[in-house]
């Protein structure tokens, strides 16, 4: 797939704090990132069946154009490999603890520490800080396929409103959240936009308090 004429401009006044704010996060939580690079490191040398690459990179849609979603990996090798002849995603084989490394089940899942290298794809502007979250090419494609095309016209996000709402119920279910946030970035201003997006970060943070990353 590749960028839509019809999708729509991230302002620039939102992709100046996506960038900040990113940058911001690296140099402030560099502390974490060692933390975990040191934790992920000590565990493959233990734990045999858990070795491979710490990074692991995962084709994803963000208007309508392929890039790789980073992520700190996981799913132990073996698994990856199954994935990859079976075609299936990673958040599938996810859902299965029984799939993860040790780092990934007691640390890295629960407390969504495996997304901190998305902040490298918002830097590149593969993604924003808050949309739509990326989903792989193929459940796209079904989404199209069913007269939801939006993944295919904004940026994708780090975070977004369907993220803030895990555990509670959502009436509409999605994608009904992330349609009125496309929306939103269709006819707000650039400032009520990242008013709204900094709203949507403050909740993350709350989300990521709970450490409930193996149940959502």
């Known amino acids: 797939m590749s960028a839509r004429d019809d999708s729509i401009p991230v302002p620039l006044l939102k992709r100046v704090c996506d960038v900040g704010i990113s940058i911001a996060l690296l140099i402030v939580f560099s502390p974490i990132w060692i933390s975990v ?4 490191a000590a565990s493959l040398g233990i734990r045999p069946e858990d070795r491979g690459p710490l990074l692991y ?18 799913l132990r090798t073996e698994v990856l490999e199954r994935m990859s002849q079976e075609g299936g995603y990673a958040r599938i084989y996810e859902a299965d603890t029984t799939n ?12 969504y520490l495996d997304e901190l290298p998305q902040v490298i794809n918002i830097v590149r502007g593969d993604m924003c800080l808050v949309g739509p979250r990326p989903w792989p090419v193929s459940m796209v494609r079904e989404q199209v396929a069913s007269g ?11 975070t977004g409103p369907v993220q803030v709402q895990k555990g509670r ?14 929306e939103a970035c269709r006819t707000w201003s650039s400032w009520r936009l990242v008013r709204y997006d900094l709203g949507i970060l403050a909740e993350t943070v709350k ?10």
Not at 59 to 73: T, V
Not at 100 to 111: M, S, V
Not at 207 to 215: C, D, E, N, S
Request: glycine content about 10%; cysteine-free.
């Open 100 to 111: 993860l490394t040790w780092a990934g089940r007691r640390l890295l899942k629960p407390l």
């Open 37 to 40: 690079l040191v934790i992920l």
């Open 169 to 182: 119920p959502e009436p509409g279910g999605p994608p009904t959240l992330d349609l009125e946030y496309v």
């Open 57 to 74: 990179r995962e084709r994803r849609i963000s208007a309508g154009r392929e890039f790789d979603l980073l992520k700190f990996r996981v």
């Open 148 to 158: 939801y095309e939006y993944r295919e016209l904004v940026r994708a996000g780090w």
């Open 207 to 216: 989300v990521l308090a709970r450490g409930q990353g193996l149940r959502f």
